[in-house]
């Protein structure tokens, strides 16, 4: 088994919209995914890309991908923030995931954040524990709030 994990490409957007749709049903939501490949090109790889992302592929297939962006704290200056770690179920326990967090937390360093954030659903207690073998801290205390249009 051949893992390689590299920047993502315009030509990975629907092996990633794959793996957001498979994410979706884990997470008993799919009628939430309201975004579009058509809308990853623009977003992701047109003229003023927002979001990057990170793919694993084994033996040539993308099979998990780690979606980040840049965002800016008052308190803590530049940060990277991790909105979706996805490795396929079929793939999972193989590393795919450990290599994917370990080059978004290179990829932040490179850019000269300040750190690394993210969410995880309270009742993911995989991926709580794969959090923690990272050593990530828990905020307490914050609650998430949303406008949509």
Request: net charge negative; glycine share 8%; hydrophobic share 40%.
């Amino acid at each position: 088994m051949s893992i390689t994990i590299r920047d993502a490409v315009q030509q990975d957007v629907p092996a990633m919209f794959e793996l957001i749709k498979e994410l979706a049903l884990y997470e008993k939501a799919p009628e939430q995914v309201t975004n579009t490949i058509e809308q990853m090109y623009k977003d992701g790889f047109g003229e003023n890309p927002i979001f990057g992302t990170i793919v694993s592929e084994v033996d040539g297939e993308i099979f998990g991908m780690a979606l980040y962006y840049y965002r800016y704290s008052t308190w803590k200056g530049k940060r990277l923030y991790l909105e979706d770690l996805i490795v396929s179920e079929t793939m999972r326990g193989r590393g795919l995931g450990e290599k994917l967090l370990n080059a978004t937390i290179e990829k932040a360093r490179q850019n000269a954040c300040k750190g690394l954030m993210w969410q995880v659903l309270d009742w993911n207690q995989p991926a709580i524990n794969f959090y923690k073998k990272f050593g990530a801290r828990f905020d307490e205390g914050w609650v998430n709030v949303h406008i949509d249009f």
